[in-house]
C-alpha cells in the first residue's frame, strides 16, 4: 500500500485528497476527501482501505513524511490493522513515485480540464475519477494492458483454478 495526499482548488477553496494505492494491483483502495488537510483524513482513508481490503499478513503501508501520517490516531489505525508502517526518507522523491504518478494523472485529467465552481462539484470528480476511470477503466502497462479491477479479477481466477 502506498499512500499520499493532494491539495486541489474549487471556486469555494481547497480540498485536499488522500489516497491508500494497492502496489500490487495499482488500485485506489482507500480515500478520504475534505476541506482540511488532517491526520483524520489520512486516519479515514487508511480505514476504507483496511475495511475494504481485509489484509492479513505481511502488509506494508508506505507514505510520505507528512504530519498526518506521523500522527498518533494514524499510526493507531496501523497497528490495529496489523499494518507495518514505512515512511519516506525526507528528499527522497523516488519513494513516492507510484502515488505521484497517478496524482500527475489526477491533475492532468481532471483537475486541469476546467474550473470546479463548489467543493461539492470537485468532490464528485475526483470520486468519479478514482472509481470508474482510475480503478475501471485506465489500462496500464504495468499490468499486462488491463485496468486493476481486472488484474485482481485474473489474478483471484488464477489462484482458484490452481487451488482446484
Same mark, same amino acid.
Given at each position: ?22 502496489? /500490487? ?43 498526518? /501520517? ?84 485474473? /489474478? ?9
Amino acid at each position: 500500500m502506498d499512500s499520499s495526499d493532494r491539495r486541489n482548488a474549487s471556486g469555494e477553496g481547497k480540498v485536499y485528497c488522500c489516497a491508500i494505492k494497492d502496489l /500490487f494491483s495499482n488500485r485506489i483502495v482507500g480515500y478520504a476527501i475534505d476541506e482540511r488537510m488532517t491526520a483524520q483524513l489520512a486516519v479515514t482513508a487508511l480505514r476504507t482501505a483496511v475495511a475494504r481490503r481485509q489484509p492479513t499478513g505481511v502488509v506494508v503501508a508506505h507514505s510520505d513524511t507528512g504530519s498526518q /501520517f506521523r500522527a498518533r490516531s494514524f499510526r493507531a489505525v496501523l497497528a490495529a490493522a496489523g499494518l507495518q508502517g514505512s515512511m519516506s526518507r525526507v528528499a527522497s522523491a523516488g519513494d513516492n513515485a507510484a502515488t505521484d504518478s497517478r496524482n500527475a494523472l489526477l491533475q492532468k485529467n481532471v483537475l486541469d480540464r476546467r474550473r470546479w465552481a463548489t467543493r461539492d462539484q470537485l468532490h464528485d470528480a475526483i470520486v468519479f475519477w478514482i472509481e470508474r476511470t482510475d480503478n475501471r477503466r485506465r489500462r496500464q502497462r504495468a499490468l499486462g494492458k488491463l485496468t486493476p479491477v481486472e488484474f485482481e479479477l485474473a /489474478f483471484t481466477a488464477q489462484n482458484v483454478a490452481l487451488a482446484a
